[in-house]
């Protein structure tokens, strides 16, 4: 007999990870299946990143479509779909500019350090609690020291700030500073949603030193958070921005765009990647963001998100302290630090979210989630926080 899947896994590849807890063979939509035939509600989305859910008719449509006409071209040409994609992408952000189309999120900020490398100017600000990826540059602005600290030293001129704080960002802000990154809201970290204010008031600050403000948009970008994206819901233009996780609906790739003086900084030669734009996941994309469009998926978003928070609280579980996010971006913070608990308990009754923080659950659905699922959750929610604080008593 086959070994189970985990086992195979465990003697087969790097443990990086740890051991992952549910083997997954089939999705559908919002829902996912195991070895066992056992169906989950997919709340998390493989980490925001199944936009559309799974095996969504318009996606494989358009990846087999593309494969069967041309697959890899590599940088050397273009093919359709990736200029598609790019001129889609600038139409959603609203300003002129350029895009560098990668294949993952990591890569984006991976890019986006580079193209702060080319002002000349020597420092990046980033902001404690922040992450940005796990390649040296992404890591080396991710704000949380104890994913750096196995691989020191990082590449220089890395400052940290207090996320949230503008009196922080006032005071090391000058002419020496390249850029400024920034998550919208701080999704790694447990959904951490800043000051109202923070954002434009980076924004402002940057602007006035001459620095660039690098939003990473790579977990609140793609409707995540009931807009196209997250900068859009508080009225400012950042000078790059970075994708991935959702605008591949599962496939894998990640963009870059900026906008002014920043979309020219890279010259021919200076930045590759071979697969990055490649025909199959840049159709992929398109087919995400013209699902979107077609179906108004933003304002679906804002009012599911909304709806399925109030539900939440509403609940007035003494476990709940609030829930706290945007859109379907969602992160239930517990009066208790019991969220790997909670999490044990809601995958025993079929839902999948994850603990970010010890006091804090994160929600990150399919896009495409149905008020009755959303309704089945709510519903199940009360059950699930009492398993979870009975296992914390014992
Ligand atoms: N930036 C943010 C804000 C993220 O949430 C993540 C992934 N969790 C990344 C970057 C890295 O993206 P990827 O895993 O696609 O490299």
């Keep these: 007999m086959t070994a189970p899947l985990q086992e195979r896994w465990h003697s087969s590849l790097m443990n990086n990870y740890g ?21 989950y509600l997919d709340l998390l989305g493989g980490i925001a990143v199944n936009a559309l859910g799974h095996a969504h008719p318009e996606i494989i449509e358009a990846v087999t479509a593309q494969l069967s006409t041309l697959g890899h071209v590599s940088n050397l040409y273009i093919a359709p779909p990736v200029v598609e994609l790019a001129e889609r ?18 890569e984006a900020n991976e890019a986006a350090f580079k193209l702060a490398r080319r002002t000349g100017r020597p420092q990046i600000i980033a902001a404690e609690g922040g992450f940005h990826g796990r390649t040296m540059g992404a890591l080396a602005m991710t704000g949380q ?37 920034l998550e919208p809201i701080q999704g790694e ?47 400012i233009v950042p000078d790059v921005m970075t994708l991935a996780k959702g605008l591949g609906g599962g496939m894998p790739i990640g963009a870059v765009i900026a906008t002014g003086p920043a979309a020219d900084l890279f010259e021919p030669g200076q930045h ?40 939440v609280e509403a609940l007035g579980h003494p476990l709940v302290a609030h829930v706290r996010g945007d859109g379907l971006l969602l992160g239930i913070v517990l ?12 995958k025993r009754a079929g839902y999948l979210l994850n603990a970010p923080a010890p006091n804090v659950l994160r929600l990150a659905p399919p896009l495409i989630l149905s008020d009755e699922q959303a309704d089945a959750f709510v519903a199940d929610l009360p059950g699930i926080l009492d398993a979870a604080q009975k296992a914390g008593t014992r």
């Design 19 to 39: 051991t992952p807890p549910i083997a997954l063979v089939r999705g559908e939509g919002a829902l996912v299946y195991d070895a066992d035939g056992k169906e």
């Design 89 to 106: 992408l600038l139409a959603a952000f609203g300003h002129e500019g350029r895009v560098f189309v990668c294949n993952s999120g990591t």
């Design 145 to 181: 020291p104890a994913k750096r600290a196995p691989f020191e030293p990082m590449p220089a001129g890395v400052d940290f700030v207090p996320y949230g704080d503008v009196a922080a960002l006032e005071a090391l802000v000058s002419e020496r500073t390249a850029a400024v990154i």
């Design 189 to 235: 970290n447990g959904v951490v949603v800043p000051p109202e204010g923070y954002l434009a008031a980076a924004r402002e600050i940057t602007s006035r030193h001459g620095a660039l403000l690098i939003l990473d948009e790579v977990q609140t970008g793609i409707a995540r958070t009931g807009a196209y994206f997250a900068h859009q819901r508080v009225g």
């Design 272 to 311: 590759g990647t071979t697969f990055g734009g490649n025909p199959a996941c840049a159709a992929a994309a398109v087919a995400v963001l013209k699902h979107i469009d077609a179906n108004g998926l933003c304002e679906r978003v804002d009012s599911l998100g909304k709806s399925l928070a109030a539900d």
């Design 335 to 346: 009066t208790e630090p019991l969220s790997a608990q909670v999490d044990a308990a809601a």
